[in-house]
Each structure stands twice: as C-alpha cells, then as structure tokens.
C-alpha cells in the first residue's frame, strides 16, 4: 500500500510456515520509492496469532495497523515487546 505521497510502501507479510506448532504472524516493512533511499524493508510492525493486517495510511508518515498508529519514521511495534509484562 503506496503512502499518500508515493514516496512510501507498506508491504504487508504473513508469515505462516510452523504448521500446528507455530502460531501465524503479520509483519510490516516500509520501503522506499520514487528514488528515496530512507527505507529497505524496515520493520514497523510484527505481531502474533493474527493473519490478517489492516493497514490505512494516514497521511504521508503515519501509518494505522490493527488499530495502532504509528510514525515510519520513529515508531515501531513488536510484540514480543509486551509478552509477561
């Protein structure tokens, strides 16, 4: 999903491949485009047990995953951040 400005791309990932063992999971990496160097598949987003994203621009550096807004730019969530906390 191209940002407002183009100058961004959310690329959404599932990752399914652990089989009854390994619950599925959802990963969000910007890239750049239009010539923009800033971002190479970064990370913004991995979250567990789920296997759908949905993912809204919000305008041309915020983003909305799964109810959760974030800036490309200095935010990130991991879920792993949260386990037992």
């Known amino acids: 999903m191209t940002s407002p400005n183009g100058n961004y791309l959310a690329n959404v990932y599932l990752i399914n491949e652990g089989g009854a063992t390994v619950a599925p999971q959802i990963r969000v990496a910007i890239d750049s485009q239009n010539g ?3 971002f190479n598949d970064k990370t913004i ?6 296997d759908n994203a ?10 909305k995953i799964n109810d959760k807004g974030l800036n490309i730019h200095t935010d ?3 879920y792993k951040d949260y386990i037992n906390k």
């Open 76 to 78: 990130s969530y991991n």
């Open 54 to 63: 949905d993912v809204m621009w919000i305008d041309d550096e915020h983003v």
């Open 45 to 50: 987003y991995w979250e567990y047990r789920i």
């Open 36 to 38: 923009n160097n800033e």
